[in-house]
């Protein structure tokens, strides 16, 4: 079975290939924009982001390959799902 443990947005990370340990920078804590401009017909607003999402899972057995999905949501301060 595949875990979802933890989930982080950064501006960037970086691996060390000595220890295989990961660094996390700039973590974002809430992204704030001031206006959306409006999407003409059933186009899509895109608001550019240069972020990275990392995540820790964990499987079991851990000998064996596992396989899973994910999706992301990103909601509004209202809870609307964009």
Known sequence: ???HVW???CTKSSIDSDTNNISLFEILEQIQVS????PAGDAIT???????LVSLWT???VGE???GECRLTM???RGKSL
């Open 46 to 52: 895109v608001v550019p982001m240069p972020v990275e």
């Open 75 to 77: 909601y509004s301060p």
């Open 1 to 3: 079975m595949i875990r």
């Open 35 to 38: 206006q959306f401009p409006e």
């Open 7 to 9: 989930s982080v947005l």
């Open 65 to 67: 390959p596992q396989q």
């Open 59 to 61: 499987r079991e057995p």
